[in-house]
């Protein structure tokens, strides 16, 4: 190997090492690129839930608009959940309580319940809305295939 292409290396290499320092782990590129996809798929979420109620509110009328609305907020909340899931299981971050984690999950199921029988909005509705967040995820997979970001 030459003088010159060992130079190269060497120098590239002292480049990048002093581009990581003082960055932590949470400033890397998958994370950024982790933070990015959340922050799209939140805002599809609520693009997808605002033209949701406003269609099933046209269609069906406003109770069956509300049902939708609900079930997508649960949904939107189940995301954010599995998001701090997803964040919790870093090699930064110390493990939470598993019987926290499954009384927050029983809590979503006892509020789905609570709204369908209690506000007697149509379970189809609230099952429509519970899609929202499926949605997003879907429509930003194929947005990835196409333009791959």
Same mark, same amino acid.
């Given at each position: 190997?030459?003088?010159?292409?060992?130079?190269?290396?060497?120098? @590239?290499?002292?480049?990048?090492?002093?581009?990581?320092?003082?960055?932590?782990?949470?400033?890397?590129?998958?994370?950024? @690129?982790?933070?990015?996809?959340?922050? #799209?798929?939140?805002?599809?979420?609520?693009?997808?839930?605002?033209?949701?109620? *406003?269609?099933?509110?046209?269609?069906?009328?406003?109770?069956?608009?509300?049902?939708?609305?609900?079930?997508?907020?649960?949904?939107?909340? !189940?995301?954010?959940?599995?998001?701090?899931?997803?964040?919790?299981? !870093?090699?930064?971050?110390?493990?939470?309580? #598993?019987?926290?984690?499954?009384?927050?999950?029983?809590?979503?199921?006892?509020?789905?319940?609570?709204?369908?029988r209690f506000l007697e909005v149509t379970p189809a509705a609230v099952s429509l809305g519970l899609l929202v967040s499926a949605?997003?995820? *879907?429509?930003?997979?194929?947005?990835?295939?196409?333009?791959?970001?």
């Amino acid at each position: 190997m030459s003088r010159q292409a060992d130079y190269k290396i060497n120098k @590239s290499a002292a480049d990048s090492k002093s581009a990581l320092q003082g960055r932590s782990v949470t400033d890397s590129p998958p994370a950024d @690129s982790y933070r990015r996809t959340v922050r #799209r798929t939140t805002s599809l979420m609520a693009g997808i839930g605002a033209v949701g109620v *406003i269609a099933a509110t046209i269609y069906k009328g406003w109770l069956f608009g509300a049902g939708f609305l609900l079930g997508a907020l649960l949904s939107g909340i !189940s995301y954010w959940r599995w998001t701090k899931v997803v964040e919790g299981i !870093s090699p930064s971050k110390t493990p939470g309580s #598993r019987w926290r984690w499954v009384f927050r999950f029983l809590s979503l199921a006892v509020a789905a319940y609570v709204i369908v029988r209690f506000l007697e909005v149509t379970p189809a509705a609230v099952s429509l809305g519970l899609l929202v967040s499926a949605a997003s995820v *879907i429509v930003l997979i194929i947005y990835e295939l196409f333009y791959g970001t």
